[in-house]
């Protein structure tokens, strides 16, 4: 059964970066689509980013467009979300997950994999 091992979430000062893994340590995300979605206490989950299965095609959140960007290595089965000028409102917890198709969406009702989740503050 497919597992998602979500890595990277640190705490973070605004401005800063942070790269996040998304690796399968069973199964695998060749042929899928990805995405990264994010979560604070109370409110619901959100799409953040996701990759088609190429890479070839990806879509972001309009508050992280230009500062996030999303990327798959499929020699190495793992998704990537480099972060970049992080702001107090990106905190949260971060999750990928894969989707059973290769296209891309951002809504959490298109994903049946999930992982844990990796949490990111940023906080002066």
């Known amino acids: 059964q497919l597992q998602l091992v979500e890595s990277g979430g640190a705490l973070v000062q605004p401005g800063g970066s942070l790269r996040l893994s998304c690796a399968a340590s069973s199964g695998t995300l ?24 190429s890479g070839g095609v990806t879509m972001y959140q309009e508050s992280v467009r230009g500062r996030f960007t999303i990327s798959r290595d499929n020699a190495k089965n793992t998704v990537y979300l480099q972060m970049s000028n992080l702001k107090p409102e990106d905190t949260a917890k ?31």
Do not use: H, M
């Not at 979560?39 to 953040?48: A, I």
């Not at 049946?112 to 990111?120: A, F, K, N, P, R």
């Open 30 to 53: 060749f042929g899928y689509a990805v995405g990264w979605f994010r979560q604070v206490p109370g409110k619901d989950r959100e799409g953040v980013s996701c990759i088609s299965n």
């Open 94 to 124: 971060y999750y990928c997950a894969k989707r059973a198709f290769s296209l891309c969406a951002l809504e959490t009702a298109a994903y049946g994999y999930w992982g844990q989740g990796t949490q990111v503050t940023v906080s002066s």
